[in-house]
């Protein structure tokens, strides 16, 4: 008899599912839904996991988004200096700060979801899937 179906982790990261469980949703809104995209579930609504394990526990969060950050800066910076031969400052700063601005939502977003799937004592368990 085959075996169920196994949620793949790095599929689930991207698309900020719950950890454990892998199919409840870790923010209450889309992305993109500016005035409401910070707004987290308390708990997985499947299988009931408080996604803040402890107190402060996503502080360590702006740290991840830190790095994402800086690592989109050192890219960005490498190709408009590439692609552009070495263009005025305004392109450097045009093509930086407007894509850093316009992923921002994602970076807050993709920052907790790894806190809670790499640095948090949560594994994936098959015993929450949804049937």
């Known amino acids: 008899?085959?075996?169920?179906?196994?949620?793949?982790?790095?599929?689930?990261?991207?698309?900020?599912?719950c950890p454990r469980c892998q199919s409840g949703n870790i923010f209450k809104f889309g992305a993109y839904n500016l005035s409401k995209f910070t707004e987290m579930n308390d708990v997985c609504p499947v299988c009931k996991l408080r996604f803040e394990i402890e107190p402060g526990f996503f502080w360590g969060a702006m740290y991840v988004s830190y790095v994402i950050?800086?690592?989109?800066?050192?890219?960005?910076?490498?190709?408009?200096?590439?692609?552009?031969?070495?263009p005025d400052f305004w392109a450097y700063m045009f093509v930086i700060c407007g894509t850093v601005i316009f992923t921002s939502p994602m970076v807050y977003r993709y920052s907790r979801a790894l806190m809670l799937y790499v640095f948090s004592p949560i594994h994936f368990d098959k015993s929450f899937l949804q049937k």
């Open 1 to 17: 008899m085959p075996e169920k179906y196994s949620p793949n982790k790095t599929i689930s990261l991207l698309k900020c599912k």
């Open 69 to 86: 950050t800086t690592g989109m800066f050192l890219i960005l910076g490498t190709l408009t200096y590439l692609i552009g031969n070495n």
